[in-house]
């Protein structure tokens, strides 16, 4: 497993820009598959994006397809959700997630096996 360590959250308007963070540690994080899952209060955890190990796949939930934007930097251990034209709708605690296993699907909580703390947005009206 790896330990992750998410970064850049805040308050924004509507309309605004974040860039969300996820240092690594471990060894081998260019083989993960990274994914960021949020969840609002009140609401299940969902799926928000994804990226394969190297960068050349990367996966969008509906909600934020076309404006938010997922990218590693493997030589930093790190990886990132820029996060464009924000919504009040996009509040919530966004997580970083981990998965040492192939072949299975992304868009599950269940498919990684390591997670970070947690980073809080919240975007106003």
């Known amino acids: 497993q790896v330990q992750l360590v998410e970064s850049g959250g805040g308050l924004v308007q509507a309309g605004g820009s974040l860039r969300l963070s996820c240092a690594a540690s471990?060894?081998?994080?260019?083989?993960?598959?990274m994914g960021w899952f949020r969840q609002a209060p009140g609401k299940e955890r969902e799926f928000v994006a994804a990226i394969s190990w190297s960068g050349g796949s990367t996966y969008y939930a509906d909600s934020v397809k076309g404006r938010f934007t997922i990218y590693r930097d493997n030589a930093k251990k790190t990886v990132y959700l820029q996060m464009n034209s924000l919504k009040p709708e996009d509040t919530a605690v966004h997580y970083c997630?981990?998965?040492?296993?192939?072949?299975?699907?992304?868009?599950?909580?269940?498919?990684?096996?390591?997670w970070g703390q947690g980073t809080q947005v919240t975007v106003s009206s």
């Open positions: 471990g060894r081998t994080f260019s083989s993960y598959t």
């Open positions: 997630a981990a998965a040492s296993r192939t072949g299975l699907s992304v868009w599950v909580g269940l498919s990684y096996d390591s």
